[in-house]
């Protein structure tokens, strides 16, 4: 499974862009797909995670009700709209896959498969 993120760049406080995440190759065996990012210096965190089928989602509690994950099963793309950004906001946001069907998982280890990541910065 190959994975594309894009979306990303230069926002302002306030701002609301949205990620995508085309996955292509295989991807009849992926269960779920979430969002993670990492800011500089810090670790890698879990965002939002989305099941391909029912659309269950999942996502952190620094970010519950400010974004939004879906899937267009169609299109093979998965979105992350951003909304009221904020400075911590900042880092490299990454798409993943898992292709086992264990459920929505906010693990980064569970994933199987990553996207390249797209940066996203917040100026004030």
């Known amino acids: 499974v190959q994975l594309q993120a894009s979306g990303g760049g230069l926002v302002q406080a306030g701002g609301s862009p949205r990620l995508s995440c085309a996955a292509s190759g295989g991807t009849l065996s992926v269960d779920v797909l979430g969002w993670f990012r990492q800011a500089p210096g810090k670790e890698r965190e879990f965002v939002a995670a989305?099941?391909?089928?029912?659309?269950?989602?999942y996502y952190a509690d620094s970010v519950k009700g400010r974004f939004t994950i879906s899937a267009d099963s169609a299109e093979s793309t998965v979105y992350l709209q951003m909304n009221d950004l904020k400075l911590e906001d900042t880092a490299v946001y990454y798409c993943?896959?898992?292709?086992?069907?264990?459920?929505?998982?906010?693990?980064?280890?569970?994933?199987?498969?990553w996207g390249q990541g797209t940066q996203v910065t917040v100026s004030s």
């Open positions: 989305i099941r391909w089928t029912g659309g269950m989602t």
């Open positions: 993943a896959a898992d292709s086992r069907p264990r459920g929505l998982s906010a693990v980064a280890l569970h994933y199987d498969f």
